[in-house]
């Protein structure tokens, strides 16, 4: 299973890595240490609690900064369903939940998996925008 930074970590978060770091000293979410002694994240745990800010930001709970370039929303694959031909893909990009369907073909082929690094990209005709 890939493991990530507390950097790596906080830039699929959408935090500083200042964040990141209290969060896993305050045991919010898991670390242990590799051979060079440098503090790392299991990807299925850092997948669980990306779902967990996601909506804690989305209660506005943490302050959760987040924003998108082109519309690229760089997450953490949370679930992976196959079917015969099609498969669901969903990302915690941030505070953003983003669920794609897709051939399974192609989540085999780029090897989609839970706790792995990928980027949503969202093509739309029409964007609405609501004043908050």
Known sequence: MQSYTI??????????????RR???AGRVETHRDESGRRLIDGRA???FSVEVGQSA???EDDVAFTSARNAFPGIVTAVTLGDVA??????AGP?????????????ELGLEVGMR???RVKATSVFIDRT
Do not use: C, M, N
Request: net charge negative.
């Open 96 to 108: 953003h939940r983003l669920v794609s369907l897709l051939t399974r073909e192609a989540v085999e």
């Open 7 to 20: 950097g790596q970590a906080a830039r699929l978060l959408g935090v500083s890595p200042d964040t990141a």
């Open 46 to 48: 850092l997948a669980a």
């Open 23 to 25: 969060w896993a000293d």
């Open 118 to 120: 990928a980027t949503a």
């Open 58 to 60: 989305a209660a506005g």
């Open 87 to 92: 498969a669901q893909v969903e990302i915690q």
